[in-house]
């Protein structure tokens, strides 16, 4: 059994330095960093991408991807009362074997790419349980079920037979918990665990990691960037920047009396989207004539026998929903994972096809198109009209095209320029979103995830858009870049005179950025209204547990404490 110091220290990092090698030069990833983590205290290691918090807790265990190395300092992890220095272990030695998933767990960010699609859940806990523990196969199954009983997968027995992508999101991250506290461990390292889950969800998980915490003494390091996570569940913070720690304190300390710098400018820009925007356009006009009218949308999957495909119940991924869009308006679309609100959003763009509604689009003749009825012509006309921004930044571009041939391509597939004519466009559209025109001929990986979300805007903006329909635009964005982005939006809304739907799971970028919000539920439009009212007044049961699960910024008011929860009906035509 791990002992503790006599402060309670489990695990102590003193003055830890890792280096990366590059072609020219080296890359100072951490640099002299110095940590506590104390059982049954949560340590959060806050800090935008690029900052070095991942890599810092992979060094903890000898993890670091090469080339990169542990170039200096001590990491003690206390046995029996004395100091195990980690760093003094070889990566793949059997000493730190049996201190990974043993005495530390590790939960990784995104638990698709954690979990194994070719082996089944059971079995790839039972393989970490029979190498570390010794057991017996039947001894590890019977460990393994009560471990998923534990993180509350229910029917355990039968869920360990099944495969990773037939669980959600939140059920994959459940997952991670197990394997990483199936030995026993003193230490969880829990690395953006939520990052990738919408604030229901996440919610779920952060309340299971403090229970298991509590019951067993858990200490914990957590690794994120939302300042509204550190605020309902760290004891202490420490903040990196640039591979440094640059402020260390309780939550209360960090929150409250913050000292550098940039924990000041991490808070404001948290605490800005807590807030409506006060540089809206201010054009939208509820008794104006919609630019957009969605009547009756629906989709449904299943029944669909075959080769492939198994006949079912029918899914209604989105059931007879009805909206308008104004012009100048920003409407959003919020919900949780599985909600309907990508579908509904491809749909209105013809990614899609809808199995019953409309989609009237008025143009800027003032007449109104049956979007649904559009032949190739019509649809790439209306196309040029209605534009989308993806959620990925780095997904979204082609690693093997250039900025200009990018943000040029729309421009080419309409035959709109040609040449010279094409590259100053170009530049005009970077110039537009904050980008250089000296950039144009470098390649995405060139691009931080800001800027390579600038570009993907440019790319849409291209063809002089009236409707642009923002799919989860800024989720994968360092919440200082996210308020940048909106308040970049927010300005070409006003010189392009521009209309969004802007499809998200984070309720605060709604509130700073939209007029008006629609929630959603398994499909199902269930409230509408005032961007305000709702993100704090909801009038219906639903959007008040989505509303009282998003972390409050104030340790000293900690909203998921009390957070209410929604037990809804089984879904009409939907497997239970």
Not at 105 to 114: C, N, T, V
Not at 494 to 517: E, G, M, N, P
């Amino acid at each position: 059994m791990t002992q503790t110091s006599e402060n309670g220290t489990v695990l102590s990092v003193r003055d830890l330095s890792v280096d990366f090698p590059l072609q020219k030069g080296v890359l100072h990833a951490v640099r002299d960093v110095n940590l506590d983590i104390k059982r049954g205290k949560t340590l959060a290691l806050v800090g935008e991408s690029g900052s070095g918090k991942s890599v810092s807790a992979r060094s903890l265990i000898q993890l670091v991807d090469s080339p990169g190395r542990i170039v200096s300092g001590k990491v003690n992890l206390f046995v029996d009362g004395t100091a195990a220095d980690i760093t003094a272990m070889g990566a793949k030695s059997p000493h730190i074997r049996a201190i990974r998933g043993g005495r530390i767990g590790l939960i990784f960010q995104e638990p698709m790419s954690a979990l194994s699609p070719m082996h089944k859940i059971g079995d790839q806990i039972d393989e970490a349980i029979e190498i570390h523990l010794g057991l017996d196969k039947k001894a590890a199954r019977k460990r393994t079920v009560e471990l998923l009983r534990q993180v509350e997968i229910p029917n355990p027995e039968r869920m360990a037979d099944q495969y990773s992508f037939e669980y959600s999101g939140g059920m994959r991250q459940r997952v991670c918990i197990a394997m990483a506290l199936a030995c026993d461990p003193d230490i969880l390292i829990a690395d953006e665990p939520t990052t990738a889950l919408d604030v229901t969800t996440q919610a779920e998980i952060l309340d299971l990691i403090k229970r298991l915490q509590e019951q067993r003494g858990l200490a914990v390091l957590l690794i994120t960037h939302d300042m509204g996570v550190v605020a309902e569940v760290a004891d202490e913070v420490a903040v990196m920047q640039k591979g440094r720690i640059v402020e260390h304190g309780t939550a209360d300390e960090i929150f409250y009396t913050p000292k550098h710098p940039y924990t000041k400018r991490l808070l404001g820009a948290t605490l800005k989207l807590e807030h409506a925007s006060d540089h809206k356009a201010g054009t939208y006009d509820p008794a104006s004539e919609p630019i957009l009218k969605i009547r009756n949308l629906s989709k449904h999957f299943g029944h669909v026998g075959g080769w492939f495909s198994r006949a079912g119940p029918s899914i209604r991924a989105v059931d007879d929903v009805s909206f308008d869009l104004h012009r100048g308006e920003n409407l959003g679309i919020v919900g949780e994972s599985g909600s309907g609100k990508t579908t509904l959003g491809r749909m209105i763009m013809r990614i899609i096809e809808p199995t019953s509604g409309e989609v009237i689009y008025t143009g800027s003749d003032d007449k109104d198109q049956d979007v649904l009825a559009l032949q190739r012509k019509g649809l790439k006309k209306y196309h040029a009209a209605v534009r989308m921004i993806f959620q990925d930044p780095f997904a979204s571009l082609n690693p093997r095209m250039t900025v200009k041939q990018i943000v040029g391509d729309p421009l080419k597939i309409n035959n709109i320029a040609s040449g010279r004519a094409r590259d100053d466009r170009v530049a005009e559209l970077l110039e537009m979103v904050g980008l250089s025109a000296e950039m144009m001929d470098r390649y995405p990986h060139a691009f931080s995830g800001g800027q390579r979300q600038r570009i993907g805007i440019a790319r849409a903006l291209a063809l002089d858009p009236r409707i642009i329909i923002a799919d989860e635009a800024t989720s994968a964005l360092d919440v200082s870049i996210r308020s940048q982005i909106l308040d970049l939006l927010l300005d070409l809304q006003k010189r392009l005179d521009l209309s969004f739907i802007f499809i998200a799971h984070d309720i605060s970028v709604v509130r700073y950025f939209c007029d008006r919000v629609l929630v959603m539920h398994k499909g199902k439009l269930v409230e509408i209204g005032e961007a305000e009212q709702v993100c704090t007044t909801p009038s219906k049961a639903y959007t008040q547990a989505l509303i009282s699960a998003i972390p409050n910024p104030d340790p000293r008011n900690k909203r998921m404490l009390h957070r209410t929860r929604f037990q809804s009906e089984p879904q009409a035509g939907a497997e239970a």
